[in-house]
Protein backbone atom coordinates (compact mmCIF):
# COMPACT_ATOMS: atom_id res chain seq x y z
CA UNK A 1 0.00 0.00 0.00
CA UNK A 2 1.46 3.74 -0.81
CA UNK A 3 1.72 6.71 1.44
CA UNK A 4 1.39 10.06 -0.54
CA UNK A 5 4.04 11.95 0.50
CA UNK A 6 4.02 15.94 0.39
CA UNK A 7 4.73 17.18 -3.18
CA UNK A 8 1.77 19.13 -4.04
CA UNK A 9 3.22 22.72 -4.69
CA UNK A 10 -0.04 23.84 -4.99
CA UNK A 11 -1.40 23.58 -1.12
CA UNK A 12 -0.95 26.21 1.36
CA UNK A 13 1.69 26.08 3.57
CA UNK A 14 -0.15 25.54 6.52
CA UNK A 15 -1.87 22.51 5.07
CA UNK A 16 1.52 21.15 2.95
CA UNK A 17 3.28 21.75 6.93
CA UNK A 18 0.78 19.48 8.04
CA UNK A 19 1.03 16.85 5.99
CA UNK A 20 5.10 16.63 6.12
CA UNK A 21 4.59 16.36 10.01
CA UNK A 22 1.69 13.90 9.94
CA UNK A 23 4.34 11.71 7.71
CA UNK A 24 7.02 12.13 10.25
CA UNK A 25 4.54 10.97 13.17
CA UNK A 26 3.45 8.01 11.04
CA UNK A 27 6.75 6.92 10.26
CA UNK A 28 7.84 7.30 13.82
CA UNK A 29 4.40 5.26 14.91
CA UNK A 30 2.86 7.67 16.13
CA UNK A 31 -0.96 6.67 14.80
CA UNK A 32 -3.01 8.80 16.71
CA UNK A 33 -0.76 12.24 16.38
CA UNK A 34 -0.20 11.37 12.46
CA UNK A 35 -3.96 11.42 12.11
CA UNK A 36 -5.15 14.68 13.78
CA UNK A 37 -2.48 16.21 11.25
CA UNK A 38 -3.81 14.77 8.44
CA UNK A 39 -6.94 15.71 9.50
CA UNK A 40 -6.15 18.98 10.62
CA UNK A 41 -4.31 19.46 6.81
CA UNK A 42 -8.04 18.43 5.11
CA UNK A 43 -9.92 20.85 7.53
CA UNK A 44 -7.26 23.74 5.97
CA UNK A 45 -7.37 22.02 2.56
CA UNK A 46 -10.82 19.24 1.94
CA UNK A 47 -9.95 19.40 -1.34
CA UNK A 48 -6.31 18.00 -0.91
CA UNK A 49 -6.42 14.41 -2.16
CA UNK A 50 -2.68 13.38 -0.75
CA UNK A 51 -4.25 14.34 3.07
CA UNK A 52 -7.02 12.29 2.43
CA UNK A 53 -5.12 9.15 1.13
CA UNK A 54 -2.69 9.59 4.19
CA UNK A 55 -5.33 9.81 6.27
CA UNK A 56 -6.87 6.86 5.32
CA UNK A 57 -3.46 5.16 5.25
CA UNK A 58 -3.08 6.39 9.27
CA UNK A 59 -6.88 4.98 9.80
CA UNK A 60 -6.31 1.45 8.33
CA UNK A 61 -2.85 1.35 9.94
CA UNK A 62 -4.65 2.28 13.55
CA UNK A 63 -7.24 -0.77 12.62
CA UNK A 64 -10.19 1.86 11.74
CA UNK A 65 -11.70 -0.15 8.63
CA UNK A 66 -14.43 1.64 7.89
CA UNK A 67 -13.27 4.89 8.58
CA UNK A 68 -10.09 4.04 6.14
CA UNK A 69 -12.62 3.11 3.90
CA UNK A 70 -14.53 6.22 3.95
CA UNK A 71 -11.70 8.64 3.65
CA UNK A 72 -10.04 6.85 0.97
CA UNK A 73 -12.50 6.80 -1.25
CA UNK A 74 -12.99 10.31 -0.70
CA UNK A 75 -9.64 10.70 -1.77
CA UNK A 76 -10.42 8.93 -4.83
CA UNK A 77 -13.05 11.32 -5.56
CA UNK A 78 -10.88 13.95 -5.58
CA UNK A 79 -8.10 12.38 -7.43
CA UNK A 80 -9.73 10.04 -9.50
CA UNK A 81 -6.66 9.13 -11.83
CA UNK A 82 -4.22 9.36 -8.84
CA UNK A 83 -2.16 6.08 -9.33
CA UNK A 84 -0.96 6.51 -5.86
CA UNK A 85 -4.52 6.25 -4.27
CA UNK A 86 -5.64 3.75 -6.27
CA UNK A 87 -3.13 1.73 -5.29
CA UNK A 88 -4.05 2.63 -1.41
CA UNK A 89 -7.58 1.29 -2.29
CA UNK A 90 -6.64 -2.09 -4.23
CA UNK A 91 -4.38 -2.91 -1.37
CA UNK A 92 -7.02 -2.14 1.57
CA UNK A 93 -10.00 -4.11 -0.62
CA UNK A 94 -7.68 -6.80 -1.51
CA UNK A 95 -6.92 -7.18 2.30
CA UNK A 96 -10.93 -6.83 3.10
CA UNK A 97 -11.29 -9.46 1.08
CA UNK A 98 -13.82 -7.36 -1.33
CA UNK A 99 -12.30 -8.80 -4.37
CA UNK A 100 -15.16 -6.90 -6.86
CA UNK A 101 -14.15 -3.42 -5.64
CA UNK A 102 -10.51 -4.38 -5.79
CA UNK A 103 -10.74 -5.58 -9.51
CA UNK A 104 -13.08 -2.74 -10.61
CA UNK A 105 -9.99 -0.06 -9.10
CA UNK A 106 -7.56 -2.41 -10.76
CA UNK A 107 -8.80 -1.69 -13.99
CA UNK A 108 -9.04 2.08 -13.40
CA UNK A 109 -5.58 2.40 -12.31
CA UNK A 110 -5.08 0.37 -15.94
CA UNK A 111 -6.80 2.78 -18.00
CA UNK A 112 -4.83 5.88 -15.32
CA UNK A 113 -1.87 4.87 -16.37
CA UNK A 114 -2.15 5.96 -20.04
CA UNK A 115 -3.88 9.28 -19.20
CA UNK A 116 -1.90 12.34 -19.02
CA UNK A 117 -0.95 14.21 -16.42
CA UNK A 118 -2.56 17.39 -15.64
CA UNK A 119 -1.50 17.51 -12.13
CA UNK A 120 1.03 20.31 -11.19
CA UNK A 121 5.01 18.84 -11.43
CA UNK A 122 5.16 18.75 -7.83
CA UNK A 123 2.33 15.68 -7.96
CA UNK A 124 4.06 13.37 -9.76
CA UNK A 125 7.46 13.49 -8.04
CA UNK A 126 5.66 12.87 -4.84
CA UNK A 127 8.18 9.49 -3.12
CA UNK A 128 5.96 6.16 -2.86
CA UNK A 129 6.68 3.33 -0.21
CA UNK A 130 5.28 0.43 -0.65
CA UNK A 131 4.38 -1.13 2.94
CA UNK A 132 4.67 -4.94 3.53
CA UNK A 133 1.53 -6.54 4.29
CA UNK A 134 -1.82 -5.55 4.63
CA UNK A 135 -1.71 -7.14 8.26
CA UNK A 136 1.03 -3.60 8.82
CA UNK A 137 -1.81 -1.78 8.77
CA UNK A 138 -3.89 -3.69 11.24
CA UNK A 139 -6.23 -5.71 9.05
CA UNK A 140 -6.90 -9.33 9.25
CA UNK A 141 -6.57 -10.92 6.08
CA UNK A 142 -10.19 -12.02 4.29
CA UNK A 143 -11.70 -15.04 5.47
CA UNK A 144 -10.68 -17.50 2.91
CA UNK A 145 -6.86 -16.35 3.77
CA UNK A 146 -5.83 -19.17 5.86
CA UNK A 147 -2.71 -17.42 7.40
CA UNK A 148 -5.30 -15.40 9.81
CA UNK A 149 -6.05 -18.37 12.13
CA UNK A 150 -9.27 -16.24 13.31
CA UNK A 151 -12.41 -18.28 14.11
CA UNK A 152 -15.17 -18.24 11.24
CA UNK A 153 -12.84 -17.96 8.56
CA UNK A 154 -15.35 -20.33 6.59
CA UNK A 155 -18.54 -18.72 8.33
CA UNK A 156 -20.27 -19.17 11.22
CA UNK A 157 -19.78 -19.00 14.58
CA UNK A 158 -16.85 -15.54 15.78
CA UNK A 159 -15.34 -15.63 18.93
CA UNK A 160 -14.58 -12.19 20.79
CA UNK A 161 -10.85 -12.56 19.66
CA UNK A 162 -12.34 -12.44 16.24
CA UNK A 163 -14.48 -9.51 17.22
CA UNK A 164 -11.80 -7.60 18.37
CA UNK A 165 -9.00 -8.38 16.19
CA UNK A 166 -11.52 -7.06 13.24
CA UNK A 167 -13.21 -4.78 14.39
CA UNK A 168 -12.75 -3.70 18.14
CA UNK A 169 -15.75 -1.71 19.56
CA UNK A 170 -16.42 -0.46 16.22
CA UNK A 171 -19.95 0.82 17.36
CA UNK A 172 -22.43 2.54 15.58
CA UNK A 173 -23.33 5.18 18.05
CA UNK A 174 -25.44 6.60 14.98
CA UNK A 175 -28.18 3.58 14.39
CA UNK A 176 -27.76 3.26 18.44
CA UNK A 177 -29.59 6.77 18.47
CA UNK A 178 -31.80 5.69 15.37
CA UNK A 179 -33.19 2.42 17.70
CA UNK A 180 -33.31 4.84 21.01
CA UNK A 181 -35.11 7.77 19.75
CA UNK A 182 -36.97 6.55 16.54
CA UNK A 183 -38.14 3.00 17.39
CA UNK A 184 -37.48 3.48 21.40
CA UNK A 185 -38.42 -0.28 22.30
CA UNK A 186 -39.11 -1.34 25.49
CA UNK A 187 -37.36 -5.03 24.37
CA UNK A 188 -35.61 -6.57 22.00
CA UNK A 189 -33.67 -9.15 20.86
CA UNK A 190 -30.85 -9.44 18.94
CA UNK A 191 -29.12 -12.23 16.71
CA UNK A 192 -25.48 -11.65 16.59
CA UNK A 193 -24.83 -9.14 18.96
CA UNK A 194 -20.95 -9.29 18.76
CA UNK A 195 -19.21 -7.65 21.79
CA UNK A 196 -22.89 -6.37 22.47
CA UNK A 197 -21.60 -2.63 22.17
CA UNK A 198 -24.92 -1.60 20.33
CA UNK A 199 -26.85 -3.74 22.64
CA UNK A 200 -25.20 -1.86 25.61
CA UNK A 201 -25.69 1.43 23.68
CA UNK A 202 -29.43 1.02 23.56
CA UNK A 203 -30.12 0.07 26.49
CA UNK A 204 -28.49 2.91 28.84
CA UNK A 205 -30.34 5.25 26.58
CA UNK A 206 -33.73 3.73 27.00
CA UNK A 207 -35.77 1.33 29.79
CA UNK A 208 -35.73 -1.74 28.17
CA UNK A 209 -36.61 -5.09 29.98
CA UNK A 210 -36.36 -9.06 29.71
CA UNK A 211 -33.74 -7.96 26.33
CA UNK A 212 -31.16 -10.66 24.65
CA UNK A 213 -28.27 -10.50 22.61
CA UNK A 214 -27.33 -14.12 20.90
CA UNK A 215 -24.27 -15.17 20.25
CA UNK A 216 -22.82 -18.46 19.77
CA UNK A 217 -19.28 -18.27 21.09
CA UNK A 218 -18.23 -14.68 22.60
CA UNK A 219 -17.14 -13.97 26.10
CA UNK A 220 -18.73 -10.60 27.36
CA UNK A 221 -17.07 -9.65 30.06
CA UNK A 222 -18.18 -6.51 30.65
CA UNK A 223 -21.47 -5.73 32.19
CA UNK A 224 -24.69 -4.76 30.59
CA UNK A 225 -26.90 -2.43 30.70
CA UNK A 226 -30.10 -3.07 32.98
CA UNK A 227 -32.76 -5.56 31.72
CA UNK A 228 -30.16 -7.00 29.22
CA UNK A 229 -29.30 -10.52 29.20
CA UNK A 230 -26.12 -12.41 27.00
CA UNK A 231 -26.69 -15.51 25.93
CA UNK A 232 -24.38 -18.29 24.39
CA UNK A 233 -26.74 -19.98 21.60
CA UNK A 234 -26.41 -21.25 18.56
CA UNK A 235 -29.96 -21.22 16.93
CA UNK A 236 -29.28 -23.39 14.09
CA UNK A 237 -27.87 -26.41 16.54
CA UNK A 238 -30.01 -25.81 19.79
CA UNK A 239 -33.53 -25.46 20.60
CA UNK A 240 -34.60 -22.15 21.68
CA UNK A 241 -34.93 -21.53 25.61
CA UNK A 242 -38.27 -20.89 26.90
CA UNK A 243 -36.61 -17.33 27.53
CA UNK A 244 -36.89 -16.32 24.01
CA UNK A 245 -40.59 -18.23 23.33
CA UNK A 246 -42.42 -14.51 23.03
CA UNK A 247 -42.80 -11.38 21.42
CA UNK A 248 -39.73 -8.83 21.55
CA UNK A 249 -40.80 -5.44 20.94
CA UNK A 250 -37.68 -5.14 18.51
CA UNK A 251 -35.47 -7.49 16.74
CA UNK A 252 -32.25 -6.53 15.62
CA UNK A 253 -29.78 -8.47 13.25
CA UNK A 254 -27.09 -6.53 11.87
CA UNK A 255 -24.48 -8.08 9.04
CA UNK A 256 -24.72 -11.89 10.55
CA UNK A 257 -26.88 -13.90 7.78
CA UNK A 258 -23.82 -13.89 5.28
CA UNK A 259 -21.79 -15.73 7.93
CA UNK A 260 -24.80 -18.26 7.55
CA UNK A 261 -24.58 -20.95 5.09
CA UNK A 262 -27.65 -20.26 2.74
CA UNK A 263 -29.19 -23.58 3.44
CA UNK A 264 -29.69 -22.53 7.17
CA UNK A 265 -31.38 -18.90 5.83
CA UNK A 266 -34.96 -20.36 6.39
CA UNK A 267 -34.07 -21.05 9.90
CA UNK A 268 -33.00 -18.09 10.90
CA UNK A 269 -35.66 -16.32 9.54
CA UNK A 270 -38.30 -18.57 11.08
CA UNK A 271 -36.65 -17.67 13.77
CA UNK A 272 -36.76 -14.27 13.90
CA UNK A 273 -40.02 -13.36 12.68
CA UNK A 274 -41.56 -16.00 15.31
CA UNK A 275 -40.37 -13.36 17.84
CA UNK A 276 -41.01 -10.29 16.14
CA UNK A 277 -43.87 -8.36 18.33
CA UNK A 278 -43.45 -4.84 16.61
CA UNK A 279 -40.27 -3.64 14.39
CA UNK A 280 -37.11 -5.73 12.71
CA UNK A 281 -34.23 -3.86 11.73
CA UNK A 282 -31.88 -5.94 9.62
CA UNK A 283 -28.60 -5.47 7.66
CA UNK A 284 -26.44 -8.74 5.89
CA UNK A 285 -23.82 -8.39 3.19
CA UNK A 286 -24.59 -7.44 -0.36
CA UNK A 287 -22.76 -9.56 -3.38
CA UNK A 288 -19.09 -8.49 -3.94
CA UNK A 289 -19.15 -7.08 -0.25
CA UNK A 290 -16.49 -9.41 1.18
CA UNK A 291 -15.56 -9.80 4.70
CA UNK A 292 -14.64 -12.21 7.20
CA UNK A 293 -16.19 -15.64 6.33
CA UNK A 294 -19.14 -14.08 4.61
CA UNK A 295 -20.42 -17.46 2.82
CA UNK A 296 -23.97 -15.83 1.46
CA UNK A 297 -23.71 -12.54 0.00
CA UNK A 298 -26.89 -11.49 -1.35
CA UNK A 299 -28.57 -8.62 -3.16
CA UNK A 300 -30.69 -6.72 -1.11
CA UNK A 301 -34.00 -7.51 -2.73
CA UNK A 302 -33.38 -10.95 -1.70
CA UNK A 303 -32.68 -10.10 2.00
CA UNK A 304 -35.70 -7.76 1.58
CA UNK A 305 -38.17 -10.77 0.24
CA UNK A 306 -37.46 -12.77 2.57
CA UNK A 307 -38.85 -10.84 5.34
CA UNK A 308 -41.74 -9.44 3.11
CA UNK A 309 -42.49 -13.01 2.07
CA UNK A 310 -43.53 -13.65 5.57
CA UNK A 311 -45.31 -11.22 6.21
CA UNK A 312 -43.50 -8.03 7.27
CA UNK A 313 -43.88 -4.94 5.93
CA UNK A 314 -41.04 -3.11 4.63
CA UNK A 315 -40.92 0.46 6.08
CA UNK A 316 -38.87 2.93 3.34
CA UNK A 317 -39.24 5.94 5.21
CA UNK A 318 -37.50 4.35 8.45
CA UNK A 319 -35.06 2.33 6.03
CA UNK A 320 -33.95 5.77 4.57
CA UNK A 321 -33.52 7.85 8.04
CA UNK A 322 -31.75 4.44 9.55
CA UNK A 323 -29.30 4.57 6.99
CA UNK A 324 -28.56 8.54 7.22
CA UNK A 325 -28.28 8.62 11.17
CA UNK A 326 -25.65 5.77 10.62
CA UNK A 327 -22.24 6.93 11.31
CA UNK A 328 -20.75 7.43 8.29
CA UNK A 329 -17.41 5.17 8.29
CA UNK A 330 -20.26 2.21 8.91
CA UNK A 331 -20.67 2.30 5.27
CA UNK A 332 -21.97 -1.08 4.73
CA UNK A 333 -24.89 0.01 7.22
CA UNK A 334 -25.34 3.01 5.11
CA UNK A 335 -26.03 0.82 1.90
CA UNK A 336 -27.75 -2.46 3.58
CA UNK A 337 -29.88 -1.61 6.68
CA UNK A 338 -33.66 -2.27 6.39
CA UNK A 339 -36.41 -1.59 8.73
CA UNK A 340 -39.69 -3.91 8.58
CA UNK A 341 -42.61 -3.74 10.71
CA UNK A 342 -43.85 -7.22 11.99
CA UNK A 343 -46.02 -9.05 10.68
CA UNK A 344 -50.08 -8.37 11.55
CA UNK A 345 -51.30 -11.38 13.77
CA UNK A 346 -55.13 -11.15 14.97
CA UNK A 347 -55.71 -11.20 18.40
CA UNK A 348 -57.28 -14.20 18.44
CA UNK A 349 -54.69 -16.40 16.99
CA UNK A 350 -51.93 -14.63 19.53
CA UNK A 351 -53.54 -15.84 22.69
CA UNK A 352 -54.92 -19.45 21.24
CA UNK A 353 -51.11 -19.92 20.84
CA UNK A 354 -50.75 -18.76 24.53
CA UNK A 355 -53.29 -20.93 25.44
CA UNK A 356 -51.75 -23.97 23.29
CA UNK A 357 -48.32 -23.37 24.92
CA UNK A 358 -48.80 -26.06 28.47
CA UNK A 359 -50.45 -28.46 25.93
CA UNK A 360 -47.88 -28.25 23.54
CA UNK A 361 -45.26 -28.63 26.64
CA UNK A 362 -47.17 -31.89 27.27
CA UNK A 363 -47.35 -33.20 23.92
CA UNK A 364 -43.55 -32.39 23.34
CA UNK A 365 -42.81 -34.95 26.35
CA UNK A 366 -44.95 -37.59 25.34
CA UNK A 367 -43.00 -37.84 22.24
CA UNK A 368 -39.96 -37.40 23.73
CA UNK A 369 -40.53 -39.79 26.10
CA UNK A 370 -41.46 -42.63 23.12
CA UNK A 371 -37.97 -42.26 21.90
CA UNK A 372 -39.73 -42.09 18.21
CA UNK A 373 -38.87 -39.08 16.60
CA UNK A 374 -41.86 -36.56 14.78
CA UNK A 375 -42.45 -34.61 11.27
CA UNK A 376 -43.66 -30.90 11.54
CA UNK A 377 -47.30 -30.61 12.27
CA UNK A 378 -49.29 -27.32 12.22
CA UNK A 379 -47.38 -25.65 15.18
CA UNK A 380 -44.10 -26.71 14.50
CA UNK A 381 -42.18 -27.11 10.59
CA UNK A 382 -39.73 -29.59 11.88
CA UNK A 383 -39.20 -31.73 14.85
CA UNK A 384 -36.26 -29.66 15.90
CA UNK A 385 -38.72 -26.62 16.13
CA UNK A 386 -40.80 -28.68 18.25
CA UNK A 387 -38.08 -29.56 20.72
CA UNK A 388 -37.76 -25.06 20.68
CA UNK A 389 -41.75 -24.74 21.94
CA UNK A 390 -42.43 -21.47 20.30
CA UNK A 391 -44.97 -22.05 17.25
CA UNK A 392 -43.40 -20.80 14.18
CA UNK A 393 -44.29 -17.85 12.31
CA UNK A 394 -43.94 -20.06 8.80
CA UNK A 395 -47.04 -21.63 10.36
CA UNK A 396 -49.02 -18.99 11.39
CA UNK A 397 -51.35 -18.50 8.14
CA UNK A 398 -52.46 -22.32 8.45
CA UNK A 399 -53.25 -21.99 12.07
CA UNK A 400 -54.84 -18.47 11.20
CA UNK A 401 -57.36 -20.45 8.66
CA UNK A 402 -57.57 -23.72 10.44
CA UNK A 403 -58.57 -22.39 13.64
CA UNK A 404 -61.16 -19.75 11.98
CA UNK A 405 -63.10 -23.09 10.24
CA UNK A 406 -62.97 -25.08 13.43
CA UNK A 407 -64.96 -21.52 15.79
CA UNK A 408 -67.85 -22.00 13.32
CA UNK A 409 -68.01 -25.89 13.26
CA UNK A 410 -69.40 -28.34 15.74
CA UNK A 411 -69.08 -32.02 14.16
CA UNK A 412 -65.30 -32.13 12.93
CA UNK A 413 -63.58 -34.58 11.39
CA UNK A 414 -59.70 -34.86 11.28
CA UNK A 415 -57.85 -38.08 8.90
CA UNK A 416 -54.43 -38.07 10.80
CA UNK A 417 -53.67 -36.92 13.86
CA UNK A 418 -49.84 -37.95 13.96
CA UNK A 419 -49.30 -36.26 17.71
CA UNK A 420 -52.08 -34.01 17.81
CA UNK A 421 -51.11 -30.40 17.08
CA UNK A 422 -54.02 -29.74 14.74
CA UNK A 423 -55.97 -31.20 17.22
CA UNK A 424 -55.05 -29.30 19.80
CA UNK A 425 -55.83 -26.45 17.81
CA UNK A 426 -58.91 -27.31 16.47
CA UNK A 427 -60.30 -28.22 20.27
CA UNK A 428 -59.16 -24.87 21.79
CA UNK A 429 -60.74 -22.59 18.81
CA UNK A 430 -64.26 -23.96 19.18
CA UNK A 431 -65.07 -25.28 22.51
CA UNK A 432 -68.04 -26.59 21.67
CA UNK A 433 -67.72 -29.15 18.90
CA UNK A 434 -66.59 -32.80 18.88
CA UNK A 435 -63.61 -33.88 16.88
CA UNK A 436 -63.65 -37.19 15.48
CA UNK A 437 -60.22 -38.44 14.37
CA UNK A 438 -58.78 -40.85 12.16
CA UNK A 439 -55.27 -42.37 12.28
CA UNK A 440 -53.50 -45.60 11.94
CA UNK A 441 -51.31 -45.13 15.08
CA UNK A 442 -47.64 -46.13 13.22
CA UNK A 443 -45.54 -44.12 15.67
CA UNK A 444 -45.41 -45.11 19.08
CA UNK A 445 -46.44 -41.54 20.47
CA UNK A 446 -49.36 -41.53 18.57
CA UNK A 447 -52.03 -43.63 21.29
CA UNK A 448 -50.13 -41.65 24.13
CA UNK A 449 -50.74 -38.33 22.27
CA UNK A 450 -54.45 -38.91 21.50
CA UNK A 451 -55.61 -40.45 25.26
CA UNK A 452 -53.57 -37.04 26.69
CA UNK A 453 -55.76 -34.83 24.44
CA UNK A 454 -59.05 -37.02 25.69
CA UNK A 455 -58.58 -36.45 29.12
CA UNK A 456 -58.20 -32.62 28.90
CA UNK A 457 -60.91 -32.49 26.78
CA UNK A 458 -63.17 -34.91 28.18
CA UNK A 459 -66.30 -36.17 26.19
CA UNK A 460 -65.20 -34.44 22.82
CA UNK A 461 -63.07 -36.96 20.73
CA UNK A 462 -63.63 -39.83 19.36
CA UNK A 463 -60.58 -41.70 18.05
CA UNK A 464 -61.20 -44.56 15.68
CA UNK A 465 -57.82 -46.26 14.61
CA UNK A 466 -56.75 -47.46 11.05
CA UNK A 467 -56.55 -46.39 7.91
CA UNK A 468 -58.73 -43.48 6.19
CA UNK A 469 -59.55 -45.77 3.26
CA UNK A 470 -60.91 -49.05 5.16
CA UNK A 471 -62.65 -46.54 8.25
CA UNK A 472 -64.53 -43.75 6.00
CA UNK A 473 -66.92 -46.19 4.70
CA UNK A 474 -68.11 -47.45 8.34
CA UNK A 475 -68.93 -43.72 8.86
CA UNK A 476 -72.87 -42.12 9.31
CA UNK A 477 -73.24 -40.18 5.84
CA UNK A 478 -73.69 -36.74 6.30
CA UNK A 479 -72.09 -35.95 9.62
CA UNK A 480 -69.45 -33.08 9.56
CA UNK A 481 -69.63 -29.76 8.45
CA UNK A 482 -65.90 -29.12 8.64
CA UNK A 483 -63.15 -32.06 7.11
CA UNK A 484 -58.96 -31.70 7.79
CA UNK A 485 -56.95 -33.78 6.28
CA UNK A 486 -53.86 -33.88 7.98
CA UNK A 487 -51.04 -34.26 6.56
CA UNK A 488 -49.24 -35.56 3.30
CA UNK A 489 -52.47 -37.17 1.93
CA UNK A 490 -50.88 -37.50 -1.78
CA UNK A 491 -51.38 -41.91 -1.86
CA UNK A 492 -54.64 -41.32 -1.04
CA UNK A 493 -55.97 -37.89 -1.84
CA UNK A 494 -58.03 -39.60 -4.27
CA UNK A 495 -60.24 -41.89 -2.50
CA UNK A 496 -60.24 -39.90 0.77
CA UNK A 497 -62.42 -37.32 -1.60
CA UNK A 498 -64.65 -39.78 -3.17
CA UNK A 499 -65.70 -40.95 0.36
CA UNK A 500 -66.21 -37.63 2.04
CA UNK A 501 -68.96 -36.31 -0.61
CA UNK A 502 -71.18 -38.53 1.03
CA UNK A 503 -69.86 -37.63 4.98
CA UNK A 504 -70.11 -33.93 4.65
CA UNK A 505 -73.14 -31.66 5.36
CA UNK A 506 -74.45 -28.90 3.24
CA UNK A 507 -73.02 -26.17 4.80
CA UNK A 508 -69.64 -28.21 5.02
CA UNK A 509 -65.87 -26.73 4.72
CA UNK A 510 -62.84 -28.99 3.56
CA UNK A 511 -59.64 -27.77 4.32
CA UNK A 512 -56.82 -30.27 3.06
CA UNK A 513 -53.21 -29.94 4.31
CA UNK A 514 -49.70 -29.99 2.30
CA UNK A 515 -51.18 -28.80 -0.82
CA UNK A 516 -47.08 -28.33 -2.16
CA UNK A 517 -46.99 -31.61 -2.25
CA UNK A 518 -48.07 -32.25 -6.13
CA UNK A 519 -49.71 -35.22 -5.94
CA UNK A 520 -52.23 -33.56 -4.15
CA UNK A 521 -52.22 -30.57 -5.65
CA UNK A 522 -52.82 -31.94 -9.09
CA UNK A 523 -55.58 -34.35 -8.04
CA UNK A 524 -57.47 -30.62 -6.49
CA UNK A 525 -57.10 -28.96 -9.59
CA UNK A 526 -58.31 -31.74 -11.68
CA UNK A 527 -61.30 -31.98 -9.66
CA UNK A 528 -61.90 -28.28 -9.69
CA UNK A 529 -61.63 -28.21 -13.39
CA UNK A 530 -64.27 -31.12 -13.86
CA UNK A 531 -66.96 -29.26 -11.19
CA UNK A 532 -66.53 -31.29 -8.26
CA UNK A 533 -64.85 -29.07 -5.63
CA UNK A 534 -64.27 -25.39 -5.63
CA UNK A 535 -62.08 -23.27 -3.65
CA UNK A 536 -63.09 -19.57 -4.97
CA UNK A 537 -65.37 -18.89 -2.09
CA UNK A 538 -62.49 -19.28 0.38
CA UNK A 539 -60.27 -17.24 -2.01
CA UNK A 540 -58.62 -14.86 0.72
CA UNK A 541 -57.76 -17.71 3.00
CA UNK A 542 -56.04 -19.81 -0.23
CA UNK A 543 -54.09 -16.83 -1.11
CA UNK A 544 -52.89 -16.29 2.70
CA UNK A 545 -51.77 -19.63 3.08
CA UNK A 546 -49.84 -19.80 -0.26
CA UNK A 547 -47.66 -17.60 0.65
CA UNK A 548 -45.83 -19.94 3.24
CA UNK A 549 -43.50 -23.05 2.20
CA UNK A 550 -45.84 -25.30 4.11
CA UNK A 551 -49.98 -24.70 2.55
CA UNK A 552 -53.38 -25.86 2.43
CA UNK A 553 -56.35 -25.18 0.49
CA UNK A 554 -59.99 -24.48 1.37
CA UNK A 555 -62.55 -25.92 -0.45
CA UNK A 556 -66.39 -27.61 -0.62
CA UNK A 557 -68.14 -29.88 -2.84
CA UNK A 558 -69.85 -28.59 -5.20
CA UNK A 559 -73.45 -28.89 -5.23
CA UNK A 560 -75.06 -31.98 -7.31
Known sequence: MTEQHAGDSTLPSDCLDAITEGEVAYTAGDLDKAARLFEHAIALDPTSATAHSNLGVAYLTGGRVDDAIRVLELAHGLAPNDTAVIENLIAMYGALGQSLRAEELKEENRRADNIPRSEPPGLESSTKRILDTPATFGVSAPSHT????????????????THNKLYG???NTG??????????????LEFGAGLCGLANYVGN???????FCLEPDVQVRDPLASGIQFLNLNIL???APQVLNRFFDLVLSIEVLEHVPRDNHDQVFDFLVSRAGRVIVFSAARPGQGGHGHVAERPESEWREELTGRGCRFNQEL??????????????H????????APERTSEICALEERAIPYLSDLKDLVLRSGDTTTGNLFFASYFGMLSGRPEHALLRKRENLARLAAEAEHILEIGFLSGHSSLLILLASPRSRLTIIDPCEFTFTRPCADYLSRMFPGRIDFIEGYSTEVLPRIEPSSFNLVHLDGGKGKTIAQDLDFLKALVRPDHVVCVDDTQNSEIRLELDRRIRVGEIEESPFQHMNESARKSTWTHAVLRFCAT
Not at 146 to 160: D, H, I, M, N, R
Not at 335 to 340: D, G, I, K, S, T
Open 169 to 171: PNL
Open 146 to 161: PQTGLPGQSGGAWTSE
Open 237 to 239: TTP
Open 205 to 211: KVDVADS
Open 175 to 188: LGDFLSDHIQPSSF
Open 319 to 332: TALARSMSNERNIN
Open 334 to 341: RRNLQVFE
